[in-house]
């Protein structure tokens, strides 16, 4: 059977992709062979096209076999990242996680502000009914009838939300 990579034709083992690309015999321990199948040619070419084949494989050697894998994961996923943004490559797209992160980030912030704003409504709204959130009147207690009717709230709080600088919030107190 043939070493992972490698693809028997009339029994003659087929060159990996990094040979094929680099047009030379695929020797039994080639080092790219297990990590760029003759089926992904384009996984190996952009990585010669980032890296280079000569780095990309004395990177290889001085790995140990076990972190080979992981090693030609990265590599891979830089070098696509830098054909599509031969710029800022992956840090574009960290970047660009990052941003989204903070957009979110700021949404959640709103609405867990909404979350207590309508707490505090509804708070509000208990209290000058006479009523008490936790505990029902209609439990006929006179002290919790007289404790909701003094329940009265110091201030109201309204959020205001400027639209335009997106996730700046205003409490502005009533009196």
Known sequence: MAPKGREEKQGAPSPCAA?????????QDCVFAPYFPADEPQKFANVHKVFGASNVNKMLQELPVQQRGDAVSSM??????????????????????????DVLQTQLALAQAEV????????????????????????????????????????????????????????????
């Open 19 to 27: 040979c094929k690309l680099l047009r030379r015999r695929c020797a």
């Open 76 to 101: 891979v996923y830089e070098a696509n990242a830098r054909v599509r943004d031969p710029v800022y490559g992956c840090v574009g797209a960290i970047s660009s996680l990052q941003q989204q992160i």
């Open 116 to 175: 207590v704003h309508l707490k505090v409504r509804q708070t509000t709204s208990f209290s000058h009914h006479g009523l008490s959130p936790a505990s029902p009147s209609n439990s006929g207690s006179p002290s919790s009838k007289l404790m909701g009717s003094q329940a009265r709230p110091f201030f109201d709080m309204d959020m205001t939300v400027d639209q335009a600088s997106f996730g700046e919030t205003m409490w502005s107190s009533s009196l």
